[in-house]
């Protein structure tokens, strides 16, 4: 595959970059400066697919490069998986894990999508929506809320460092592979297929999930909170310390389109602009304890064979958007570049469609200081870039 060449031509090959910013109406709507001069340095090791170098004196370039060998990129109008009634009863069937519906509900919301909604005597529910999603909450969820012990900083992202926090790949109480089978059927069931690419599985074991709960300064991972309507604020009610019982793999899917992941974030600052296609699963010794899809399904095909623009394009791109961006701090690094699919609104179309896009996440590195203790946090942001014209989406970092 020609785009894939130019990664593997040479143990490393050298991106310099001369960057002339493109004219501010078409990269920068709001007519911000343009015709910045600067200069980006990226290597890429085709033995490691990993780029090393330096956009700019604010960010560093630190990545694995992920691109998909064989494929033929197009590019399509698309909507969200339409889930029909039937689909949605065999899937809370699948769910209720031997519980007695208690209510079922079946509503039309404002945009016309049907929303089938079923509550079981377990205190868990399951929703599912005809224009792409579903949604499984259980009691444990709602008291544990898993997603607080391993997030990012960006919507549904897990934080860079979950595994110095979660070093196990994998619970004694409960074997990955048997957590996998229960997520094949559940795939299978919702007619998804998830890619082998970008698997993010986090093993919540109860010593360090129990040492993150007890270090932490936020009151809805210590346990149960309610909310004080006098004081205006949240009190924690009962502690919630991590026993084996509770112990749960944390996993992240994409979901392929034409043999090509889909990516799994929206862009920051735009949720209209781009949207996410994932799958999140939260599962241990007691069953499916939490489920998250976001999915959609092809309708026209507009555009096929697309050429993909280089790397260094993208890069270029992802250097001038960083130059304007406000609020993002100094200490940056690129820690990964994909080439993905993504879910974008194309307003000529007035459809959502799916396009290939390089994807830029970047961890941003923050010092605080409280009480004389100086604590340090990473944040994660995304940039997209069109593959096509190698442009930034609008907002790009902020």
């Given at each position: 595959?020609?785009?894939?060449?130019?990664?593997k031509?040479?143990?490393i090959?050298?991106?310099?970059?001369?960057?002339?910013?493109?004219?501010?109406?078409?990269?920068?709507?709001?007519?911000?400066?343009d015709?910045?001069?600067?200069?980006?340095?990226?290597?890429?090791?085709?033995?490691?697919?990993?780029?090393?170098?330096?956009?700019?004196?604010?960010?560093?370039?630190?990545?694995?490069?992920?691109v998909?060998?064989?494929?033929?990129?197009?590019?399509?109008?698309?909507k969200g998986r339409?889930?029909?009634?039937?689909e949605?009863?065999?899937?809370?069937?699948?769910?209720?894990?031997?519980?007695?519906?208690?209510?079922?509900?079946?509503r039309q919301?404002h945009?016309?999508?049907?929303?089938?909604v079923i509550e079981?005597?377990?205190?868990?529910?399951v929703?599912v929506?005809?224009?792409?999603?579903v949604?499984?909450?259980?009691?444990?969820?709602?008291?544990?809320?898993?997603?607080?012990?391993?997030?990012?900083?960006?919507?549904?992202l897990?934080?860079?460092?979950y595994k110095?926090?979660?070093?196990?790949?994998?619970?004694?109480s409960?074997s990955?592979?048997?957590?996998?089978?229960e997520?094949?059927?559940?795939c299978?069931?919702?007619?998804?297929?998830?890619?082998?690419t970008?698997?993010?599985?986090?093993?919540?074991d109860?010593?360090?999930?129990?040492?993150?709960?007890?270090e932490?300064?936020?009151?809805?991972?210590?346990?149960?909170?309610?909310?004080?309507?006098n004081?205006?604020?949240?009190?924690?009610?009962?502690?919630?310390?991590?026993t084996?019982?509770?112990?749960?793999?944390y996993m992240?899917?994409?979901?392929d389109?034409?043999d090509?992941?889909?990516?799994?974030?929206?862009?920051?600052?735009?949720?209209?602009?781009?949207?996410?296609?994932?799958?999140?699963?939260?599962?241990?010794?007691?069953?499916l304890?939490?489920?998250?899809?976001?999915?959609?399904?092809?309708?026209?095909?507009?555009?096929?064979?697309?050429?993909?623009?280089?790397?260094s394009?993208?890069?270029?791109?992802?250097?001038?958007?960083?130059y304007?961006?406000?609020?993002?701090?100094?200490?940056?690094?690129v820690?990964?570049?994909e080439?993905r699919?993504?879910?974008?609104?194309?307003?000529d179309?007035?459809s959502?469609?799916?396009?290939?896009?390089w994807?830029?996440?970047i961890?941003n590195?923050?010092?605080?200081?409280?009480?004389?203790?100086?604590?340090?946090?990473?944040?994660?942001?995304?940039?997209?870039?069109?593959?096509?014209?190698?442009?930034?989406?609008?907002?790009g970092?902020?």
């Open positions: 595959m020609k785009l894939y060449k130019y990664i031509k040479l143990s090959i050298v991106l310099g970059i001369s960057m002339i910013i493109l004219s501010s109406c078409s990269f920068y709507p709001e007519g911000r400066i015709n910045v001069e600067g200069k980006a340095e990226v290597q890429v090791d085709s033995e490691t697919k990993n780029a090393t170098g330096t956009l700019n004196d604010s960010m560093e370039v630190d990545a694995k490069v992920s998909p060998s064989d494929v033929i990129w197009n590019a399509y109008t698309v339409d889930f029909t009634e039937e949605a009863k065999k899937i809370a069937d699948y769910l209720s894990n031997g519980s007695n519906i208690t209510n079922y509900e079946v919301d945009n016309g999508a049907m929303v089938y079981f005597d377990n205190d868990s529910h929703g929506r005809s224009d792409g999603s949604s499984f909450i259980t009691q444990e969820q709602q008291d544990r809320q898993f997603e607080r012990y391993v997030s990012g900083g960006t919507a549904s897990v934080r860079p460092d110095e926090l979660y070093p196990l790949d994998e619970l004694e409960y990955k592979e048997e957590a996998l089978k997520v094949d059927v559940l299978q069931l919702m007619n998804i297929k998830i890619s082998e970008g698997q993010i599985i986090v093993a919540l109860k010593i360090n999930a129990e040492r993150f709960r007890q932490s300064t936020k009151i809805r991972i210590k346990g149960k909170v309610e909310y004080d309507e004081k205006l604020e949240e009190y924690l009610v009962e502690e919630i310390p991590w084996e019982e509770n112990e749960v793999y992240q899917f994409l979901i389109f034409d090509a992941p889909c990516i799994d974030v929206n862009r920051n600052g735009d949720d209209r602009g781009t949207k996410q296609s994932s799958l999140t699963v939260v599962i241990g010794k007691q069953g304890l939490c489920v998250r899809l976001n999915a959609y399904e092809l309708i026209e095909q507009y555009e096929s064979n697309i050429s993909i623009c280089e790397m394009k993208a890069l270029e791109a992802l250097a001038a958007d960083y304007y961006a406000e609020g993002i701090g100094q200490n940056n690094k820690d990964s570049i080439l699919y993504a879910v974008v609104y194309d307003s179309k007035c959502d469609c799916l396009n290939p896009c994807i830029f996440k961890i590195t923050s010092a605080k200081v409280k009480e004389g203790k100086e604590n340090i946090s990473n944040s994660i942001k995304v940039v997209y870039v069109d593959a096509k014209t190698g442009k930034t989406y609008a907002g970092l902020k």
